[in-house]
């Protein structure tokens, strides 16, 4: 058999050419297309920053020893927690 590109003499039961590397047969599955990762958009980042930034006002506080709910300490943990996750798996 010959190679469609190349015309090169090529074995009969060959998938792929030896010297271009193009198949020989039509393939039995199609490939799928993925749609492209959007861009990182800076709402994540912004939002980041302003939790830090809450977080630093109420480290400052406990530093000047005023007591701070275990509430808000639990709802800062877990939007912490929230953020880092939606970063990681965005």
Same mark, same amino acid.
């Given at each position: 058999?010959?190679c469609?590109n190349c015309q090169?003499?090529?074995?009969d039961?060959a998938l792929i050419?030896f010297r271009?590397g193009?198949? *020989? +047969?039509e $393939? ?6 993925? !749609?492209?990762r959007? +861009?990182?958009q *800076?709402? $994540?980042f912004?939002?980041? !920053?302003?939790?830090? !930034?809450?977080v630093g006002v109420f480290? *400052?506080? +406990?530093l000047e020893?005023? $007591?701070t709910?275990p ?13 880092v ?6």
């Amino acid at each position: 058999m010959q190679c469609k590109n190349c015309q090169t003499k090529i074995d009969d039961k060959a998938l792929i050419c030896f010297r271009c590397g193009v198949a *020989t +047969a039509e $393939p039995v599955r199609r490939q799928v297309e993925v !749609a492209p990762r959007r +861009a990182r958009q *800076t709402k $994540p980042f912004l939002l980041g !920053a302003v939790f830090f !930034a809450v977080v630093g006002v109420f480290l *400052t506080r +406990a530093l000047e020893a005023q $007591p701070t709910s275990p509430a808000v300490w639990l709802i800062l943990g877990v939007t912490g927690a929230l953020l880092v996750y939606r970063l990681r798996f965005w």
